[in-house]
């Protein structure tokens, strides 16, 4: 029987074919691990980089034949972590609100994240931010 449609990739075999893709377009790019949807690379004069891919397999899950496409685009964005001479350019930054609650579930899930870099400066930004606002008295 004649087979038309491929079937889906697991999420190693897909990390695989993300970190063929960026590897193709960062030079030096060394592959560190995979587990799940979280690769690690590191590239000499960096510091090793985390690429979550859920977004990109969910992407791909929701729309398999457009798997080169979705790869093409994420793997564009993970290409500029490691462009150290492009500057920021802000209207490409999106800010991203959570709820408390937000917190909460993460630190159930990994108690372990409150030792987290990422974590720190959460908090740190969250509570100075609130502040300027109790200063300032600025209507959000």
Request: net charge positive; hydrophobic share 35%; charged share 35%.
């Amino acid at each position: 029987m004649l087979r038309i449609f491929k079937s889906k990739l697991t999420e190693e075999e897909f990390g695989r074919k993300y970190f063929g893709k960026l590897e193709e377009k960062v030079p030096g790019l060394k592959f560190i691990s995979l587990d799940g949807l979280e690769l690690k690379t590191k590239l000499e004069g960096h510091d090793e980089m985390r690429h979550l891919l859920d977004n990109s397999f969910a992407e791909y899950k929701n729309d398999p034949k457009d798997l080169n496409k979705i790869i093409e685009k994420y793997s564009n964005a993970s290409k500029e972590l490691f462009d150290s001479k492009s500057a920021i350019e802000p209207k490409r930054i999106v800010p991203i609100i959570k709820d408390y609650r937000f917190l909460d579930e993460t630190l159930k899930l990994n108690p372990d994240f409150k030792n987290d870099f990422l974590f720190k400066n959460i908090m740190k930004n969250s509570i100075s931010f609130m502040q300027r606002i109790k200063n300032q008295q600025l209507d959000i």
